[in-house]
Nanobody
Framework: VQLQASGGGQVQPGGSVRLSCAAPGITFRSYTMGWFRQAPGKDREFVGASSRSGYTSDYADFMKGRFTISRDNAKNTVYLQMNSLKPEDMAVYYC???????????????????WGQGTLVTVSS
């Protein structure tokens, strides 16, 4: 199963971008879907995750309301809407999917079953 992330590119500081991640071939509604990111020279970090139903989400503290995760179970797609982008948000963003996650494990990269190839978001003027 290959998760297919898209939507990255260059955006100006203060701008917005929406990333998408398609997950064909899985029972999407049975999966917790999340996003991680890795900036150049830094460790990979958790961004956020959405429960299987989409009613519950968990976000990293640094997001401070700027990012929103949503999902469309009919389209097997999860989204990451990023607003008020800062230069420090520049990173490769990875989507992930996990079937049997509990809330306490959502922030762990190795708790997921599938990982996308990543999409680069560059924030610069």
């Amino acid at each position: 199963v290959q998760l297919q992330a898209s939507g990255g590119g260059q955006v100006q500081p203060g701008g917005s971008v929406r990333l998408s991640c398609a997950a064909p071939g899985i029972t999407f509604r049975s999966y917790t879907m999340g996003w991680f990111r890795q900036a150049p020279g830094k460790d990979r970090e958790f961004v956020g995750a959405s429960s299987r139903s989409g009613y519950t989400s968990d976000y990293a503290d640094f997001m401070k309301g700027r990012f929103t995760i949503s999902r469309d179970n009919a389209k097997n797609t999860v989204y990451l809407q990023m607003n008020s982008l800062k230069p420090e948000d520049m990173a490769v963003y990875y989507c992930v999917g996990g079937r049997s996650l509990i809330m306490s494990s959502m922030r762990r990269w190795d708790a997921y079953d599938y990982w996308g190839q990543g999409t680069l978001v560059t924030v610069s003027s």
